[in-house]
């Protein structure tokens, strides 16, 4: 039960896939305006990225270790990735419109989200990491970036009403502070290994 917090926690702090890694960056910038939004597309990207990763390991360890064709596994991964993001879209379409509207083009985006397959690739290269661990890795992986994005929400917002120069507004001060934010989660690094 330990190991698993620690897989959690490493993969929403100190391996942060989006502060750390710098993976799914377009829709962070994009979507993190409003808090619902951030907080809509966050949580399906939790969703997406958890169960993408147990399937995907276990397509992995069941499927294409066996039969020899580790080669295929970039688009299987990928196909698995489209068919939650399809179910995802589906059931926010159904229960919430509004939030389904405000997320756009960015709702199906999430299929060719980097930081949704770099958490299954990343999940491979974590050598001995079992069907739990993986599962436990994906979900920590998608609650760290639910955290960046709904840090940077809040932040937005807060700033919209301030005086920021000319040159720094929009797209300048949205990277200073996502850089200050990926500062702070790398202060975490050095207390879970």
Known sequence: MTQLLVIFLAAAFTENILLARFLGMCSFLAI??????S??????????????????????????????????????F??????????????????????YFSLGIFLPLITVNCAILGVSLFMLNKEGFRFWESLVFGFGSGVGWLLAIVLMAGIREQIKEDKIPAGLRGSGITLIITGIIALAFVAFSGMIK
């Open 39 to 76: 907080v809509g597309l966050g949580a399906a990207v939790v969703f997406v990225t958890t169960f993408t990763a147990a399937i995907n390991w276990l397509l992995h360890t069941y499927v294409m270790v066996p039969l020899g064709i580790e080669f295929l596994e970039l688009i299987v």
């Open 32 to 37: 993190s305006r409003q808090m619902k939004t």
């Open 78 to 99: 990928i196909v698995v990735i489209a068919a939650f993001v399809q179910l995802v879209e589906m059931i926010i379409e159904r229960f919430s419109p509004s939030l």
